[in-house]
């Protein structure tokens, strides 16, 4: 299955601290990984060629993964083709990608090349109004993200005095004891990517994915998250002990906590349900995370918690507004940018590209 699908991640996403970036595990130099880190102003054409890419690794059989852009899912900011250790990715702001080793691991793909910079100085004060425009959005979507975390971590206060870690611990070790086996003596590699984030849609969570690396669905039912992390990040680290590779999906409004967890060589996921992302369809098993909480200590809290969920929901929908004003911005930058390329020259340039790739 793992071998056949193609699926899709997110690698970046808008945080309380800013964006965050998982980039750094696109690929690795040191077990042979090439990698072609493109260039390119907005609307020169990156996410296209990468749709090209990706079209064709479809349609030679290769497994695939597809990463999307937080700030606009329709886009693409990077493709991994695992089977040729390649990686095509956007080089630009906010992921900057630069060479470690560059000519032998990184190739720079300078989409710059096919464009007219003197049709974009006739708009150059549009440009950058708008340019700085856009940074401004994201800078208030991020306040609104510091402020939804604000409460959110209030709340969370009441809910691990409320956790009974015995119970939990004893409950995730044999859950991992019955699932993974014995410690090997080879361990397991982990690799980081987002399943959801936030994003001018609203919060978008590849399901899909989860669906077509893991026929053994667990469903991890919290409604606050962290007993499911503290559960995950047991069930991680035995799962790597036992020499199973792991992808660890992190919360996209707080990355320190897990929020999913898929092991593909057992076809194993493990998936936390709330409000937020609630699971769809019938789990092969499900936990009901409030059978490690102290119910007493979370119904004297309760009217605090319920607060701050309403203040924190209120605050992550401005923060999905922000970023809708950020993306139609974009939008309009990309129009200046489309006028000044040469697409008949780029075109030219994809082509050779995707052979360099893939008969190479």
Request: aromatic share 8%; glycine share 8%.
């Amino acid at each position: 299955m793992y071998q056949n699908a193609s699926v899709s991640f997110f690698m970046g996403a808008n945080t309380p601290l800013g964006f965050y970036s998982l980039f750094d595990g696109l690929y690795d130099a040191h077990e042979g990984w090439r990698a072609y880190v493109i260039k390119g102003g907005p609307g020169t054409g990156k996410s296209t060629l990468m749709k090209k890419i990706a079209a064709e690794a479809d349609a030679r059989g290769y497994f695939c993964e597809r990463i999307h852009c937080s700030s606009d899912p329709a886009s693409l900011d990077a493709v991994i083709i695992p089977h040729l250790k390649t990686a095509v990715a956007d080089g630009t702001p906010p992921h900057v990608l630069e060479p470690r080793y560059p000519g032998v691991c990184e190739t720079i793909v300078d989409l710059g090349a096919y464009r007219d910079d003197k049709k974009l100085s006739a708009d150059a004060e549009e440009i950058v109004t708008k340019t700085d425009l856009n940074s401004a959005e994201h800078k208030k979507c991020i306040g609104f993200l510091a402020a939804a975390k604000s409460v959110t971590d209030d709340a969370h206060r009441f809910v691990c005095a409320s956790l009974r870690p015995d119970k939990l611990k004893k409950f995730a070790y044999k859950l991992a004891q019955n699932s993974f086996g014995a410690v090997s003596n080879e361990a397991g590699r982990e690799k980081r990517r987002f399943l959801s984030a936030l994003t001018p849609e609203g919060g978008v969570i590849f399901g899909e994915t989860f669906n077509a690396l893991c026929e053994k669905h667990t469903v991890l039912e919290d409604e606050y998250g962290v007993a499911a992390s503290l559960l995950l990040t047991i069930l991680k680290d035995s799962a790597l002990e036992s020499g199973h590779d792991c992808i660890v999906c992190p919360c996209p409004t707080d990355p320190q906590r897990i929020e999913h967890l898929l092991i593909p060589s057992l076809s194993m996921g493990y998936f936390t349900s709330n409000a937020f992302h609630p699971y769809q369809g019938e789990p092969d098993v499900a936990v009901d995370c409030a059978r490690f909480s102290d119910a007493d200590v979370l119904k004297r809290h309760r009217n605090r918690i319920s607060f701050d969920r309403r203040a924190a929901r209120e605050m992550l929908d401005e923060a999905v507004g922000k970023l809708h004003n950020a993306k139609a911005i974009h939008d309009e930058l990309e129009r200046y940018y489309i006028g000044a390329m040469d697409f008949d020259r780029l075109g030219e340039a994809g082509e050779k590209l995707i052979r360099q790739i893939f008969e190479a």
